[in-house]
């Protein structure tokens, strides 16, 4: 099984997680259009994604989904509030199915985390097959113990990096877009995401992608100095310990699992 971050950043988010075969996408951030494409150029059919998971309703995360779902009938799972919003709005045309806390498709374990951020249901996933298992952890602005817990031994996870403080802090965002930004229910900082990393790394995570970084206060090279730094602080070391890799707004990349 494979994670494909095809799409991450605060501009647009979809990443693939299976095989050939079967698989899921979690959230439709951009147009069907780049996702499409994004699947033919990793050689994976479209008739393989066996469902899309919404995290929660924030455009980077649904834009491309009512397309998605009139073009291709691939079937939607959220969280029942999400689930109810979205529909209002008109953004689902396919069949929706509500996630209650652990759902199971064509062999996929799906476990729906809560997380802290300002949308009506928003969650992270963590999902198993065949004795293996990731994650796709963003948008939150704080790091919860029941997140903590939920995510404990996960093998691979792509973990929010949204902002460097400085950049934040000294950057054009008008005072009040920088205070969501950076409250509990925001988006989780360099700093925080290298904190939560060690207590990943120490609980058996071999392999880190750090995703949804802000394009204007953030980037790939300062995600990753502060990450792996933090890490080497308490005697990780990347290589030998960990595997990590900060993504691009669009990538082609993909890691094992
Ligand atoms: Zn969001
Ligand atoms: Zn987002």
């Excluded at 989904?65 to 799972?77: D, E, N």
């Excluded at 973990?159 to 877009?177: K, T």
Aim: some cysteine; overall charge negative.
């Amino acid at each position: 099984m494979r994670i494909y971050p095809f799409f991450s950043s605060s501009s647009g988010n979809c990443t693939y997680i299976g095989d050939r075969e079967h698989g899921l996408l979690i959230d439709c951030g951009v147009s069907y259009t780049r996702v499409k494409n994004a699947l033919e150029k990793a050689q994976i059919p479209m008739t393989a994604v066996r469902a899309v998971l919404i995290t929660h309703e924030h455009s980077d995360h649904i834009y491309g989904l009512k397309m998605l779902t009139r073009k291709t009938a691939i079937p939607v799972y959220a969280r029942r509030a999400t689930l109810d919003y979205l529909a209002n709005k008109g953004c689902i045309l396919s069949e929706a199915h509500d996630i209650e806390e652990e759902t199971e498709i064509d062999g996929f374990h799906i476990t729906a985390i809560p997380t802290m951020h300002d949308a009506v249901s928003p969650c992270a996933y963590r999902i198993e097959r065949d004795g293996k298992n990731c994650a796709v952890c963003t948008d939150l602005g704080t790091v919860t113990s029941p997140v903590e817990e939920a995510l404990r031994g996960v093998r691979t996870i792509l973990l929010e990096a949204n902002y460097d403080c400085d950049m934040l802090i000294h950057g054009l965002y008008p005072y009040e877009l920088k205070e969501r930004i950076s409250s509990y229910d925001g988006h989780l900082s360099n700093t925080q995401s290298a904190e939560f990393a060690v207590y990943l790394v120490k609980n058996g995570t071999e392999q880190i992608i750090s995703g949804h970084l802000s394009q204007n206060n953030n980037t790939p090279g300062c995600a990753r100095e502060e990450i792996t730094q933090t890490l080497l602080k308490n005697g990780l070391e990347e290589g030998k310990d960990y595997m990590y890799k900060a993504a691009e707004p669009e990538n082609d990349f993909y890691f094992n699992w």
